[in-house]
């Protein structure tokens, strides 16, 4: 008897709970609509108006209508798309594990164009899901690649300068009063002039100097930097986390 005199407690404080938060105003959310690819969703999306922007594992960069879900248009790719599509004027610039980096009209999905980049470089652990995300700097694009360089692009998709690192470039790079902060799996942070990609200096993170033969990764930088007050903060596979004065 005592034990259901208790039950019938917690089931009265329960029940009064959430009949506190409908008073309040507090609703159960419930999805509006759902959008279903062939294949995992890696990349955050790039919101432009009704428009949303996402690629897909299944190699397809996806437009759909914010408001209910629909399907605008579907543009196919060869490979993997793992990055958070760039917004440049009307184009919608995503890079694929085809390595291709391609720009597609933003309201008809038709191909713009489409830059080739180099083979990739060989690495001692094929453990990757992500790719570099393209990044908008003025009027360049700057798009991280496996082939170990970082390419800035005009509008129309022309090379205006490349940046080899030691690495595949798998972290999309940060843009912070004309530098660029691009992060290598060779386990280098480096600090870039955007004006004209030249070197200006170079952050070593423990990870770069350890053995590579254990056989898991300890060397690479897939996260994103952020900066904060002139601190450049850096998460590595080398399990720490830098910041440092920029």
Request: proline share 3%; hydrophobic share 40%; charged share 20%.
């Amino acid at each position: 008897m005592r034990n259901l005199s208790v039950l019938s407690l917690c089931l009265i404080v329960i029940l009064s709970f959430y009949t506190s938060l409908a008073t309040d105003g507090i609703t159960h959310p419930k999805a509006r609509w759902k959008f279903k690819t062939e294949g995992t969703i890696r990349s955050a999306v790039a919101v432009a108006g009704d428009n949303l922007f996402f690629g897909s594992a299944d190699g397809s960069l996806y437009s759909v209508d914010k408001k209910n879900g629909d399907l605008r248009w579907k543009f196919k790719t060869d490979g993997a798309i793992a990055g958070t599509p760039a917004l440049y004027d009307s184009l919608v610039i995503v890079g694929s594990r085809d390595n291709f980096i391609y720009a597609v009209n933003a309201a008809s999905g038709a191909l713009a164009w489409k830059f080739q980049m180099q083979p990739i470089l060989p690495a001692y652990t094929e453990w990757e899901y992500f790719t570099a995300a393209p990044v908008v700097s003025g009027s360049s694009i700057l798009a991280g690649s496996g082939d170990g360089h970082l390419y800035a692009l005009d509008g129309n998709g022309k090379l205006l300068w490349k940046f080899k690192t030691g690495g595949r470039i798998r972290a999309t790079p940060v843009v912070h009063d004309g530098k660029i902060y691009q992060p290598s799996n060779d386990g280098i942070v480096y600090v870039l002039s955007a004006a004209d990609g030249k070197l200006l200096w170079n952050f070593q993170t423990e990870g770069a100097l350890l053995d590579k033969s254990r056989g898991f990764d300890r060397t690479c930088i897939f996260a994103r930097p952020c900066i904060k007050d002139n601190i450049l903060v850096i998460a590595a596979r080398d399990g720490k986390t830098y910041g440092f004065d920029i």
